[in-house]
C-alpha cells in the first residue's frame, strides 16, 4: 500500500514539472491536427477512388 501512495506522490510531483500549453497555443495545436487529418482523409479518398476505378478496368 505504502508503493502505491508511493507513486502517486510521484506522479503529481512530475506532473508539477510538465511546461503546458497556452489557450492560444492549444487552440493553434488543435486547428492544425483537425485540419492535417481532413486534408489527409480527403488524400486518402481520392486515391482509394482512383485505386478502385483502375481495379474496375481490369476484365
Request: glycine share 4%; hydrophobic share 50%.
Amino acid at each position: 500500500m505504502k508503493r502505491i501512495g508511493s507513486f502517486f506522490k510521484d506522479v503529481v510531483r512530475e506532473m508539477k514539472k510538465v511546461s503546458w500549453p497556452t489557450k492560444k497555443e492549444l487552440t493553434r495545436y488543435t486547428i492544425t491536427v483537425v485540419t492535417t487529418v481532413i486534408v489527409m482523409t480527403a488524400f486518402f479518398a481520392v486515391v482509394d477512388l482512383g485505386i478502385s476505378s483502375l481495379i474496375r478496368l481490369i476484365p
